[in-house]
């Protein structure tokens, strides 16, 4: 199979068939003549393109239609691979054919609900791609797209589904990373004009107007900044792509300036939430505000902000009192059995505070896009926000659907934290889960929960189960001498990430809700329950490798997955990335 796809990407043939599964190697250029109206009408034309024609995604999209219409069943499509692998423009170039074959129903014309999806990736792209060291526009966030028919086959309206977004990216980055791209596009020439004017009102602590003006530069940002110089070295070219695409897109869907606007202040009001920082209160500026927090008792530091014009800039954006804002990020409201109280945070808990309230924030604003694109891409009107009750992943619809699922591939970095292990264990869910519904032939509404809810080894474990079968069968019609391989049905780092009893997952939910909770428990635990070699334990998946640089408060541990090793590293941050809680002040 290696050679196979090797001689034909010298030919550059990015496309092999295994079965029915196409393989896609990246060839990172584009070739317009492959991806052309004439070759999407080609395989649209042909009896059958899977067989007269060469491998070719198009393919991939016309056997979805096909059996749509044919048996009038829902299909899905499944687009997996590595980070940087060429999902997402997959998605695209099907997505193209559909609309294509769509529209020569109606004349030749493409088909305006596929065409309304395909505006609204750049908009998507800006609030939830980002630059790895893996790939320049990496999506952060899972996508399932439904594209819906009536019962005469024409396209009908179509529906996003989005999960797992990376929401502690807004808050750092790895180094040679870059934040969500939306980010860099409001910052620097040309950022001013996608923000609404102020009204010159002020806040407490302002001396009116602001603005842009109101942001520092990238590379003084503090929610910019963490990925180091060399990811803000083209941080200005960035902007002004995506503020061209963003823009674009939103015209696309009626979003009036007011509205546009109301959408980048709050993502600037992220990045001023980045900008407030904390000091002992002794050491802090005074603020022009009052707060009612208790004093402070023996032994215990009051902290407060170290600036007061950044938390008056910060609330401002956010449209609350600075008052209000700096207690709720300085305090917190217990409740007990004999009433209620409030509890002085220390440093780190001020920024915990401030960085769970910036990922919440722009968390809703990501929710509020992909409602607003899908109140135009299911039939409503053009225009107008979005009720609040409408539920993004609402994919309720009776009559028959395309689903497509575009999702964040296997990733294996320098350093592994929490959202790699979430990241790789979709992988592997998803992987094993697929190949188990095509083999048992099981309807679609499976495959849609599975989709929304985890995803990916299972996906490799039975993809390769089903690949090995077709090889030796073909080997065995061909002559060709080979030695039996068997691949079992689960995937033994799947059974460690979900095992109840001693599992990743489990063992991780039951240190976070520890008082005592530590990494370094975490790893105890872990280690206790796995590293033995089977039966008594899952050393087969699972070893606890040495940290060469020996980081303070870092505790790492290793599963094999399908597609290679990855260690762990578990930090204090680590387990609060799996609770990500707002207190209630703060929601």
Same mark, same amino acid.
């Given at each position: 199979?290696?050679?196979?796809?090797?001689?034909?990407?010298?030919?550059?043939?990015?496309?092999?068939?295994?079965?029915?599964?196409?393989?896609?190697?990246?060839?990172?250029?584009?070739?317009?003549?492959?991806?052309?109206?004439?070759?999407?009408?080609?395989?649209?034309?042909?009896?059958?393109?899977?067989?007269?024609?060469?491998? $070719?995604?198009?393919?991939?999209?016309?056997?979805?239609?096909?059996?749509?219409?044919?048996?009038?069943?829902?299909?899905?499509?499944?687009?997996?691979?590595?980070?940087?692998?060429?999902?997402?423009?997959?998605?695209?170039?099907?997505?193209?054919?559909?609309? !294509?074959?769509?529209?020569?129903?109606?004349?030749?014309?493409?088909?305006?609900?596929?065409?309304?999806?395909? %505006?609204?990736?750049?908009?998507?792209?800006?609030?939830?791609?980002?630059?790895?060291?893996?790939?320049?526009?990496?999506?952060?966030?899972?996508?399932?797209?439904?594209?819906?028919?009536?019962?005469?086959?024409?396209?009908?309206?179509?529906?996003?589904?989005?999960?797992?977004?990376?929401?502690?990216?807004?808050?750092?980055?790895?180094?040679?990373?870059?934040?969500?791209?939306?980010?860099?596009?409001?910052?620097?020439?040309?950022?001013?004009?996608?923000?609404?004017?102020?009204?010159?009102?002020?806040?407490?602590?302002?001396?009116?107007?602001?603005?842009?003006?109101?942001?520092?530069?990238?590379?003084?940002?503090?929610?910019?900044?963490?990925?180091?110089?060399?990811?803000?070295?083209?941080?200005?070219?960035?902007?002004?792509?995506?503020?061209?695409?963003?823009?674009?897109?939103?015209?696309?869907?009626?979003?009036?300036?007011?509205?546009?606007?109301?959408?980048?202040?709050?993502?600037?009001?992220?990045?001023?939430?980045?900008?407030?920082?904390?000091?002992?209160?002794? #050491?802090?500026?005074?603020?022009?505000?009052?707060?009612?927090?208790?004093?402070?008792?023996?032994?215990?530091?009051?902290?407060?902000?170290?600036?007061?014009?950044?938390?008056?800039?910060?609330?401002?954006?956010?449209?609350?009192?600075?008052?209000?804002?700096?207690?709720?990020?300085?305090?917190?409201?217990?409740?007990?059995?004999?009433?209620?109280?409030?509890?002085?945070?220390?440093?780190?808990?001020?920024?915990?505070?401030?960085?769970?309230?910036?990922?919440?924030?722009?968390?809703?604003?990501?929710?509020?896009?992909?409602?607003?694109?899908?109140?135009?891409?299911?039939?409503?009107?053009?225009?107008?926000?979005?009720?609040?009750? #409408?539920?993004?992943?609402?994919?309720?619809?009776?009559?028959?659907?395309?689903?497509?699922?575009?999702?964040?591939?296997?990733?294996?970095?320098?350093?592994?934290?929490?959202?790699?292990?979430?990241?790789?264990?979709?992988?592997?869910?998803?992987?094993?889960?697929?190949?188990?519904?095509?083999?048992?032939?099981? %309807?679609? #509404?499976?495959?849609?929960?599975? !989709?929304?809810?985890?995803?990916?080894?299972?996906?490799?474990?039975?993809?390769?189960? $089903?690949?090995?079968?077709?090889?030796?069968?073909?080997?065995?019609?061909?002559?060709?001498?080979?030695?039996?391989?068997?691949?079992?049905?689960?995937?033994?780092?799947?059974?460690?990430?979900?095992?109840?009893?001693?599992?990743?997952?489990?063992?991780?939910?039951?240190?976070?809700?520890?008082?005592?909770?530590?990494?370094?428990?975490?790893?105890?635990?872990?280690?206790?329950?796995?590293?033995?070699?089977?039966?008594?334990?899952?050393?087969?998946?699972?070893?606890?490798?040495?940290?060469?640089?020996?980081?303070?408060?870092?505790?790492?541990?290793?599963?094999?997955?399908?597609?290679?090793?990855?260690?762990?590293?578990?930090?204090?941050?680590?387990?609060?990335?799996?609770?990500?809680?707002? $207190?209630?002040?703060?929601?």
């Amino acid at each position: 199979i290696l050679a196979a796809l090797r001689a034909r990407f010298a030919a550059h043939a990015s496309w092999t068939w295994v079965g029915t599964i196409i393989i896609a190697v990246n060839p990172y250029q584009w070739f317009p003549k492959l991806y052309s109206r004439d070759t999407m009408l080609h395989y649209h034309r042909a009896a059958d393109a899977h067989r007269e024609l060469p491998p $070719h995604v198009f393919a991939v999209a016309r056997r979805a239609l096909d059996s749509l219409l044919a048996a009038d069943e829902s299909q899905s499509v499944l687009v997996s691979g590595e980070s940087g692998a060429g999902k997402t423009e997959s998605v695209k170039i099907m997505m193209r054919y559909l609309a !294509c074959a769509d529209g020569e129903r109606g004349g030749g014309r493409m088909a305006s609900t596929t065409a309304q999806v395909l %505006q609204t990736n750049p908009l998507l792209e800006a609030f939830g791609n980002a630059q790895t060291v893996h790939n320049d526009n990496s999506s952060r966030f899972g996508k399932y797209i439904q594209l819906r028919y009536a019962p005469g086959g024409a396209q009908a309206g179509a529906h996003i589904a989005t999960y797992l977004l990376e929401r502690s990216r807004v808050v750092g980055q790895a180094e040679g990373e870059r934040n969500f791209h939306i980010f860099y596009a409001i910052i620097g020439a040309g950022g001013a004009e996608m923000l609404p004017h102020d009204s010159g009102e002020g806040g407490a602590g302002e001396e009116g107007g602001g603005g842009a003006l109101d942001l520092p530069p990238a590379a003084q940002c503090e929610y910019l900044r963490g990925g180091g110089a060399t990811a803000l070295e083209t941080s200005e070219d960035i902007g002004a792509a995506v503020r061209e695409g963003a823009s674009e897109a939103m015209a696309a869907l009626g979003m009036d300036e007011a509205e546009r606007g109301a959408i980048f202040a709050g993502v600037r009001a992220v990045l001023l939430l980045g900008q407030v920082s904390f000091a002992r209160e002794a #050491e802090a500026e005074p603020a022009p505000w009052t707060t009612a927090a208790p004093a402070a008792e023996m032994g215990q530091e009051r902290f407060a902000p170290r600036h007061a014009a950044a938390v008056a800039a910060a609330a401002r954006a956010l449209g609350v009192d600075p008052g209000d804002l700096s207690a709720a990020l300085c305090t917190r409201q217990v409740t007990a059995a004999d009433g209620s109280f409030t509890v002085l945070l220390d440093e780190a808990q001020c920024l915990h505070a401030r960085d769970a309230l910036a990922k919440a924030v722009y968390a809703s604003l990501f929710a509020y896009v992909v409602r607003r694109c899908n109140r135009v891409l299911g039939g409503g009107a053009v225009g107008g926000a979005p009720a609040a009750a #409408e539920d993004d992943l609402d994919l309720a619809w009776a009559g028959r659907f395309i689903g497509i699922l575009d999702i964040f591939g296997f990733e294996r970095f320098a350093t592994n934290s929490f959202e790699q292990l979430c990241i790789n264990y979709a992988n592997e869910k998803l992987q094993a889960q697929f190949v188990n519904h095509v083999l048992k032939e099981q %309807q679609a #509404e499976l495959f849609e929960q599975l !989709c929304i809810n985890y995803a990916n080894e299972k996906l490799q474990a039975q993809f390769v189960n $089903h690949v090995l079968k077709e090889q030796q069968a073909e080997y065995a019609r061909e002559g060709v001498p080979w030695s039996a391989v068997s691949v079992g049905e689960t995937s033994p780092a799947l059974e460690l990430l979900e095992a109840k009893r001693g599992g990743v997952l489990a063992l991780l939910d039951e240190e976070c809700q520890l008082r005592q909770g530590s990494a370094a428990g975490l790893v105890t635990k872990l280690r206790e329950a796995n590293e033995r070699p089977p039966p008594q334990g899952r050393g087969n998946c699972f070893a606890v490798p040495r940290l060469s640089h020996g980081t303070a408060g870092v505790h790492p541990f290793l599963i094999r997955h399908y597609a290679a090793d990855v260690a762990y590293e578990v930090d204090a941050a680590f387990l609060a990335k799996n609770t990500d809680a707002l $207190h209630a002040d703060l929601s």
